[in-house]
């Protein structure tokens, strides 16, 4: 079966930053599209980053250009780099993978989630 497992969430002071890391296992052969989405208490999940296989990538207006998504294709792994965190970036982050070439086909996975919490 395929897994993604987030890790590098955590409490931090607004201003510094966190890397968020994404690994998917199982027997994958490739996946063409890694996301990162958040959930903050009381509102739906929004996309915050979306890269593809070939290194395009697009990102939600909030992020103002603080955080950057990238991926190792060879580790199956995408990052996301949150930089000048602000409290409304308190969330649960979740990892999606789209296209997710296995034994059996193509699909979509979920990682459990990492909370980010932003407070003085």
């Known amino acids: 079966q395929v897994q993604l497992v987030e890790s590098g969430g955590g409490e931090a002071q607004p201003g510094v930053s966190l890397r968020l890391s994404c690994a998917a296992s199982?027997?994958?052969?490739?996946?063409?599209?890694m996301g990162w989405y958040r959930q903050a208490p009381g509102k739906q999940r929004e996309l915050v980053a979306l890269?593809?296989?070939?290194?395009?990538?697009n990102y939600a207006d909030f992020t103002k250009g603080r955080f950057t998504i990238s991926r190792d294709n060879a580790k199956n792994t995408v990052y996301l780099q949150m930089n000048n965190l602000k409290p409304e970036d308190t969330a649960v982050y979740s990892c999606?993978?789209?296209?997710?070439?296995?034994?059996?086909?193509?699909?979509?996975?979920w990682g459990q989630g990492t909370q980010v919490i932003v407070s003085p």
């Open positions: 199982g027997i994958i052969f490739s996946i063409n599209t």
């Open positions: 999606n993978a789209d296209g997710v070439f296995t034994t059996t086909g193509f699909g979509n996975y």
């Open positions: 890269i593809t296989i070939g290194g395009s990538t």
